[in-house]
């Protein structure tokens, strides 16, 4: 079983920058496709990035490109989610995922199936 940790949240002004991590302990699946998602308040959880586990291969949902980055350390078992110039509706609860790496496609890594979820970490953007 795969254990995942956030960190990183916090409260930003508009404009600033904020790096989430997550930190992965247990049974790590090999090959694993790793994600961040997100939930606003009244909204449903969407995918925002996945980078497969040799970090060959990233996804971003469109209207984050260019503002977010997702990067891992696999020797520190521990993956992140970089955010610029985050605007107010950026805030809400991140989550990182794990799941075997079926998952880092095109087609599927923004599904909210993954295997594993952490708790969250809490992002407020105030304007």
């Known amino acids: 079983q795969v254990q995942l940790v956030e960190s990183g949240g916090g409260s930003v002004q508009a404009g600033g920058s904020l790096r989430l991590s997550c930190a992965v302990s247990?049974?790590?699946?090999?090959?694993?496709?790793m994600g961040w998602f997100r939930q606003a308040p009244g909204k449903e959880r969407e995918g925002v990035a996945a980078i497969s586990f040799d970090g060959g291969s990233t996804f971003y949902i469109d209207s984050l490109k260019g503002r977010f980055i997702i990067s891992q350390d696999n020797a520190k078992r521990v993956w992140y989610l970089e955010m610029n110039n985050l605007k107010p509706e950026d805030s809400g609860m991140y989550y990182c995922?794990?799941?075997?790496?079926?998952?880092?496609?095109?087609?599927?890594?923004?599904?909210?199936?993954?295997?594993?979820y952490g708790q969250g970490t809490q992002v407020i953007v105030s304007s």
């Open positions: 247990g049974n790590a699946y090999s090959n694993m496709c």
């Open positions: 995922a794990a799941d075997p790496g079926d998952r880092c496609d095109e087609n599927n890594w923004y599904e909210d199936e993954y295997m594993s």
